[in-house]
Each structure stands twice: as structure tokens, then as C-alpha cells.
């Protein structure tokens, strides 16, 4: 299940969870596993799931905000059922990455950091993605998708957009 944007949780999907983690010593050395489990449940780390975390756990808002931020993983708004994580390393870059953003973000109307209208994709670019012989190359869904041009990554998206592994 995922929290939509502005809309409250339900707070019985992680309270039972937290109950377990009550405890501020056993909570504050669980910090990392619990946004992480908050996140799978939520989706995405809202203020006011982080002040529930806060309330019942005892770890002070700010603390868990902090680590919330220090940590890439972890996301402040809604993801897309789908994130793209397009290379941006230096072989991908000099093999047309950026011509590859262009047709991503123009097919699907988003930008960079965006979730599109539908709640489908959400594209990240990322430093590099280790996958330097496939360059261009993004992933979705920890499917690697390489050798891409505008049209073969627009087919890609809407193969997974009708439900067809597009390899």
C-alpha cells in the first residue's frame, strides 16, 4: 500500500511493527530498520509519519529526520509503481544519456524527481549505475535496460506500462 500526497496514514499498518521497537534504546539502535520498514509499508516518509515514528518511539522528531536526510534511500514524496533509474556515469553520458532523459521526460511529461499524473514512473538519474557496457542504461523494477536510444527507451516504458517485460 502506498500513502497518496497530503492524505493521512493509517497508522495501524506500522504500529504494531513499532511496538516491537518501543523501547528508546532498542529504538534508537533500530532507527535505519524502522524508516526502512515505514517506507515499504508508506511508500515514501511523510512529516507526519516520521512524528508517529517520533511519538512512538521516543527518538526526538529531529534525530529522525536527520538520518531520514543523511540516507539517499529514503524517499519525501510519493514514488511511481515504477522508478527509473537512468545513468548518468561518464560512459553513459558521452553514449547519449542526455538524449535519453529527454525522450523519457517528454513521453511521460515529468521532469527529474517528478512521479507522473498517473502514479506510473517516477525517474531518478543517478552518478553511475555499474553497468558502463550497456551504456546508455537505466533500470526499473531492478531490470537493467541498455544500448538505449529515445525510441528503444520510450517502447521499454510502454511495455511496462501494458505489463510486457520489454528485454
Not at 553514449?95 to 511529461?109: K, Y
Not at 542504461?137 to 527507451?153: D, N
Request: glycine fraction near 10%; hydrophobic fraction near 40%; proline fraction near 3%.
Amino acid at each position: 500500500m502506498t500513502q497518496q500526497h497530503g492524505q493521512a496514514f493509517d497508522s495501524s499498518l506500522i504500529d504494531p511493527w513499532l511496538a516491537q521497537v518501543a523501547d528508546t534504546a532498542k529504538a534508537e539502535g533500530s532507527l535505519i530498520s524502522i524508516l526502512q520498514k515505514a517506507q515499504d509499508v508508506y511508500g515514501y516518509l511523510s512529516p507526519e509519519l516520521m512524528e508517529h515514528i517520533a511519538q512512538k518511539t521516543g527518538i526526538k522528531a529531529s534525530k529522525i529526520l536527520g538520518v531520514a536526510t543523511f540516507y539517499a534511500q529514503f524517499k519525501f514524496e510519493p514514488v511511481g509503481r515504477h522508478l527509473i533509474m537512468l545513468c548518468q556515469g561518464t560512459a553513459c553520458h558521452v553514449n547519449g544519456s542526455a538524449d535519453i532523459h529527454d525522450a523519457i521526460c517528454s513521453h511521460l511529461d515529468i521532469a527529474e524527481g517528478e512521479t507522473g499524473k498517473d502514479g506510473e514512473f517516477t525517474l531518478n538519474s543517478m552518478a553511475c549505475l555499474g553497468c558502463c557496457s550497456l551504456a546508455p542504461v537505466m533500470m526499473i523494477g531492478g531490470e537493467a535496460y541498455g544500448s538505449l536510444t529515445p525510441a528503444s527507451t520510450v517502447k521499454v516504458l510502454e511495455g511496462i506500462r501494458k505489463g510486457q517485460d520489454q528485454k
